[in-house]
Nanobody, 126 residues
Framework: QVQMVESGGGLVQAGGSLRLSCRAP??????????MGWFRQVPGKEREFVGS????????FYADAAKGRFTVSRDDAKNTVILQMSGLKPEDTAVYCC?????????????????WGQGTQVTVSS
């Protein structure tokens, strides 16, 4: 199993910002060939796509709920993908997980990703 570790979650007030990081040391030098995504999940609900970035970093994809507020970026030298979140709302409260996929045909479909982190909790208070 490939190790992927998220960090940066926490409690923030509505309107605030958080920066989530996902480090994937287990991917080694192949990290730069992976499409990297962020998903979130609330108990009892379906896993939800947030945003992703392709292997080259040239293309990003966002859910409608994330557009204009969230930004996905990557640092291949550190095997890290970042989710910068601003203008947070209580409905953004969830466990946020990063994912890596080698052949991602549809960025918003969790089934196309190969490896997952354990997730980090984000709680937005009103």
């Amino acid at each position: 199993q490939v190790q992927m570790v998220e960090s940066g979650g926490g409690l923030v007030q509505a309107g605030g910002s958080l920066r989530l990081s996902c480090r994937a040391p287990g991917l080694g030098l192949t990290f730069s060939t992976y499409h990297m995504g962020w998903f979130r999940q609330v108990p009892g609900k379906e896993r939800e796509f947030v945003g992703s970035i392709n292997w080259s970093g040239e293309r990003t994809f966002y859910a409608d709920a994330a557009k204009g507020r969230f930004t996905v970026s990557r640092d291949d030298a550190k095997n890290t993908v970042i989710l910068q979140m601003s203008g947070l709302k209580p409905e953004d409260t969830a466990v946020y997980c990063c994912a890596a996929g080698r052949s991602v045909q549809a960025a918003d479909r969790w089934q196309t990703y190969d490896y997952w982190g354990q997730g980090t909790q984000v709680t937005v208070s009103s």
